[in-house]
């Protein structure tokens, strides 16, 4: 097997909720553009990031958000359009 084709059958290393929808993500870091891209709706109208306590803070416009690693079921990082 090669090295690209170990990787490609590698679990996602992050699982992000979009509103309500799961997405594998590989990358450390995501942009607010990113995360609006992935939930299908247009940046104009904004990024919600919901933390495991449901406090929410919107997003700045290229904001690179860091994604923190161990985070399990009922921690996954989630977003909204806002």
Do not use: C
Request: net charge negative.
């Amino acid at each position: 097997m090669s090295q690209t084709e170990a990787k490609a059958a590698q679990k996602p290393k992050y699982i992000l909720n979009i509103e309500g929808e799961e997405f594998p993500w590989d990358e450390d870091t995501i942009t607010t553009e990113q995360i609006a891209e992935l939930g299908g709706w247009e940046i104009s109208q904004g990024v919600i990031e919901v933390d495991q306590h449901n406090v929410e803070r919107t997003l700045a416009p290229n904001e690179v958000i860091e994604i923190k690693p161990g985070h399990g079921f009922g921690k996954k990082h989630r977003w909204k359009r806002g």
